[in-house]
Structures are given as C-alpha cells and as structure tokens.
C-alpha cells in the first residue's frame, strides 16, 4: 500500500574561506613577492538513497543541517582546507523539491545514487593571484564565496511493511497507537477505523518500519461485506501480516478461535497470494486475563487453531509485550533486504481449515 511520508529540512553549505593577503618575509631574500594562498571550497551537502532506510522519520526530529567553512588561506603559499562534505542518507523513492521555487532537485531512484543538495562556496584568491609585471607587490584579496542555503521539502511514496489483520475491535488501533506515532480514531464500537492508517515503528537507531492498521474485516469480506473488501488490495504490498485476536471477548457467545479462521478464510477466497503471505498470529487484551489463566488460554487457543507459528501475547492498552513483538517484525522484514524470497519457510501461517496444519 502507497502512502506519503513528508519531511521539511533546512540546509546550509559551507561558505568558502578567504583568500590571504600575505608577503614573504626571510632574511637576505629582499623583495620576496606576495605568497598568500586562496581559501578552502566550504562543505557540500549531498543526498544520497540508501535501501537500508524506509522512511523519513530522522528528518522530521533533526530538520537543519550544516556543513562546515572552509578554512582560510595564510602565508607561505599554504592554502586552505577544504570542509568536509555532508552527506544525508535517505530512503530510495526520495522526492527532494526546493519549497521556494518549487523545482524538483532529485528523484532517490536508486540505492546508492548521490545528488548534491547545496553546494559549498568557493574559496576566496590569495594575493599569489594577482602578481603581475606592473604589480609586484599585490594586496589584493578575494573573500570566499558564501554557501546555499535551502529549505527542502523531503517526499517518500512508500510502501507499508507490516499490515495489521483482525475482526473489528480485535484492539489493532491500540497496537498501531501503542507503537508508533500513527493516532487513529479508537471507541468501543466496531468499525471505528474507516480508513487505513499509517504508523512509522522506531525499534533502534535508524532502525524503523511502517505499519499499517487496515479496517476490520468481517466474514463475506471478500465478496463485498463491511469495509474490508475495499483495503484488502492494501495488504497485498506488505512484507507481514500481523493477525490480531481478541483473545478476551467481552461477549462470552464470541469464539475467538471461529473468527480467526473467518479471517484466515476471506484472505484464501480473496487472493491465494495473499493468504500464502507470512501471518503471525498476535494474541492482544491479555491484561483482560488473569495472570494464572493466561498460559492455560492461550495454550488452548493456539491448539484449537492448529497453528504452529510464532505467536506473540501482548496488550495494546498496557504497552505489555508490543516492542518485543516490533522488533521482531523489523528484522523480518530487514531480511527482504537481503534477499527476495517467494516465502520463507521458516514462518508457518495460521490455517483456514480445521484440519490443516499452519
């Protein structure tokens, strides 16, 4: 599923350093002639895509970025340093536009490639330069160029890597708030989500994934009941499905066990690819359980369901086991990285059928 990510950074290059007025000053060498050297180029600032990274959550906390002057030219022909050049490292699909004039600098298309985002002033000239036959002893100098400065707006179209799956109220609004920065509307009432929404998990320093939590689907989804139909193409992009289970219903006529396999069953009827998808199973509302029951319910709940994969017990009210189960999720979907693969064998998937295995 495409969402937007937005980001708004102000850039500064390095302003150049100043050229020397300076004249060699030795003894027995009269008349030594101008030496000043010129000044260093002040730092570029570059963008540059990075696969590794998927959205542009650093650069809405750290929004302004320097590079340093270069340094000023001296004496004895010694001419200034250069400033280091600095590079930001963004997701590719990176749309940088400049928001004054609305010109679009780069389009990240490609992990590695590298575009220069502001440039670094010129060094100023040194009197060196200005010796002549007519001018022997020069106090010419130039001053160095200053840098550019910018205001940039950051756009990514991306793609969400995990997707939230459950019956209506099964808790995924509180999940994706709990983790992320993503603040859905959340009530007692089934189908309070009416649209997906969109959450960027931060589990580590440049380490985060995107979320998305899909309106809750019912059976006869796939032929058109309730809201899911309509999102169900949204998970069909996603690296993981996350099943959540209300493992606690309020009403206790509601079988959680039949409505996972409801679920299970509109994915299979809507797309085998999608059903065939690697799909955890998140068992949530466990601080609705008493702590000497859990173990036993959620033993006989996984039994019943006939899942052997991984299973993740938490509640989203109560923030209990929700990071665990995140970054779990991102070094799963770190993998893609690496590799492409159809399916990974090593994460088995909750069945439709009784009488299947995960």
């Not at 020397?20 to 260093?40: L, M």
């Not at 959205?55 to 200034?80: F, K, S």
């Not at 009432?189 to 959450?199: A, S």
């Not at 173990?295 to 990071?323: D, N, Q, W």
Request: net charge negative.
């Amino acid at each position: 599923m495409k969402f937007v990510d937005e980001a708004t950074i102000d850039v500064a290059s390095g302003k150049g350093g100043d050229g020397s007025a300076s004249f060699r000053r030795e003894k027995f060498i009269p008349y030594g002639g101008p030496d000043g050297g010129d000044g260093g180029r002040g730092g570029h600032i570059f963008a540059e895509a990075d696969r590794n990274l998927n959205t542009l959550i650093d650069y809405r906390y750290a929004r302004r970025h320097e590079a340093r002057n270069g340094e000023n030219g001296r004496g004895a022909d010694q001419y200034g340093k250069a400033a280091e050049d600095v590079v930001l490292r963004m997701p590719v699909g990176t749309i940088i536009t400049d928001l004054d004039s609305g010109e679009t600098i780069a389009d990240l298309a490609e992990h590695g490639q590298r575009v220069m985002i502001a440039q670094g002033g010129e060094g100023g000239l040194g009197n060196l330069h200005f010796k002549s036959s007519t001018n022997r002893a020069p106090r010419q100098k130039t001053p160095g160029k200053p840098g550019q400065q910018r205001k940039l707006k950051l756009e990514l179209k991306i793609l969400a890597d995990v997707g939230l799956l459950g019956m209506p109220n099964a808790g995924k609004s509180t999940l994706i708030t709990a983790v992320s920065n993503a603040r859905p509307k959340i009530a007692d009432y089934p189908f309070t989500t009416l649209h997906p929404n969109l959450g960027v998990v931060r589990v580590g320093p440049e380490q985060s994934l995107v979320i998305a939590d899909i309106p809750g689907l019912i059976a006869g989804a796939s032929e058109g009941a309730g809201l899911g139909h309509q999102f169900l193409r949204h998970l069909q992009r996603t690296r993981l499905l996350l099943h959540v289970v209300d493992i606690a219903p309020f009403d206790e006529s509601i079988d959680p066990v039949a409505q996972a396999h409801e679920i299970v069953e509109e994915l299979r009827k809507y797309d085998e690819t999608l059903y065939e998808k690697p799909r955890w199973l998140v068992l949530n509302k466990l601080d609705m359980v008493p702590q000497q029951e859990r173990a036993a319910r959620v033993k006989a709940f996984v039994k019943r369901l006939k899942y052997k994969g991984p299973v993740f017990e938490i509640s989203a009210l109560t923030h209990e086991g929700c990071m665990p189960l995140m970054r779990s999720a991102y070094e799963f979907v770190a993998s893609f990285h690496e590799a492409e693969p159809d399916k990974d064998p090593r994460f088995d998937t909750i069945s439709g059928d009784d009488d299947d295995q995960a």
